[in-house]
């Protein structure tokens, strides 16, 4: 993909959709909170972009994700109460460069 600027807020009307594979692109400025509609997210694979500002706390309505992979962007702040369901994985960050999260994670990220 050669995907660049930011995220519509339209994505939000996509309510079945099961992934997302946005990695490896130039795309920007913040996830819109409309992604919260995601209900039946499986995978979001948006990591390698230049997405930034805080995750939306919509996504903790993503209850049945698997794979999350959002490392070298530019995230901080809190991390949403996202429930993972089993076998998942979590890649939020990579040092040296990348997110900047709060810590603690939320207990609502264990498996």
Same mark, same amino acid.
């Given at each position: 993909?050669?995907? @660049?600027?930011?995220?519509?807020?339209?994505?939000?009307?996509?309510?079945?959709?099961?992934?997302?594979? /946005?990695?490896? %692109?130039?795309?920007?400025?913040?996830?819109?909170?409309?992604?919260?509609?995601?209900?039946?997210? /499986? @995978?979001?694979?948006?990591?390698? @972009?230049?997405?930034?500002? +805080?995750?939306?706390?919509?996504?903790?309505?993503?209850?049945?994700?698997?794979?999350?992979?959002?490392?070298? %962007?530019?995230?901080?702040?809190?991390?949403?109460?996202?429930?993972?369901?089993?076998?998942?994985?979590?890649?939020?960050?990579?040092?040296?460069?990348?997110?900047?999260?709060?810590?603690? +994670?939320?207990?609502?990220?264990?498996?």
């Amino acid at each position: 993909n050669a995907l @660049n600027g930011t995220l519509p807020t339209e994505i939000g009307a996509w309510t079945s959709i099961h992934e997302v594979t /946005v990695h490896n %692109n130039a795309l920007s400025g913040t996830l819109p909170s409309e992604i919260g509609a995601w209900a039946s997210i /499986v @995978n979001f694979y948006a990591y390698n @972009n230049a997405l930034s500002g +805080t995750l939306p706390t919509e996504m903790a309505g993503w209850t049945s994700l698997g794979d999350l992979f959002i490392l070298n %962007n530019r995230f901080s702040g809190a991390i949403p109460a996202i429930t993972l369901v089993s076998r998942c994985h979590l890649t939020l960050t990579s040092a040296p460069f990348g997110n900047t999260f709060d810590c603690p +994670t939320p207990t609502a990220l264990s498996t």
